[in-house]
């Protein structure tokens, strides 16, 4: 098993910016490939950012490239997600995952832990 928490979340002003961390524990952190998710209301959950195991490749929704970036520390046993200019459609509960696969995974369904999520709220 492994457990994820994610934190970081809160309100923030449009055009501001966030960091989430999602800490892992239970099994070993480096063996997962991870990826962060959102979920508005009334939306289906969908993929952010992608990452693989070593943290050398990386996946990006389109509508997220270049004001999000994906990393992760493996002596921390951390992801992290790094989000700049924010816009209002950010608003979401982000949930980090982690995948037992060595290439970064894009597809839901292909995540064997999920965390509780934390929520991001951007406002004018």
């Known amino acids: 098993q492994v457990q994820l928490v994610e934190s970081g979340g809160g309100l923030v002003q449009a055009g501001g910016s966030l960091r989430l961390s999602c800490v892992a524990s239970?099994?070993?952190?480096?063996?997962?490939?991870m990826g962060w998710f959102r979920q508005a209301p009334g939306k289906e959950r969908e993929i952010v950012a992608a990452?693989?195991?070593?943290?050398?490749?990386?996946y990006y929704a389109d509508s997220v490239k270049g004001r999000f970036t994906i990393s992760r520390d493996n002596a921390k046993n951390t992801v992290y997600l790094q989000m700049f200019s924010l816009k209002l459609e950010d608003t979401a509960t982000y949930s980090c995952?982690?995948?037992?696969?060595?290439?970064?995974?894009?597809?839901?369904?292909?995540?064997?832990?999920w965390g509780q999520g934390t929520q991001v709220t951007v406002s004018l």
């Open positions: 995952a982690a995948a037992a696969s060595g290439w970064y995974v894009i597809r839901t369904d292909e995540y064997d832990y």
């Open positions: 239970g099994r070993t952190f480096s063996n997962y490939a």
């Open positions: 990452i693989n195991r070593s943290g050398g490749s990386t």
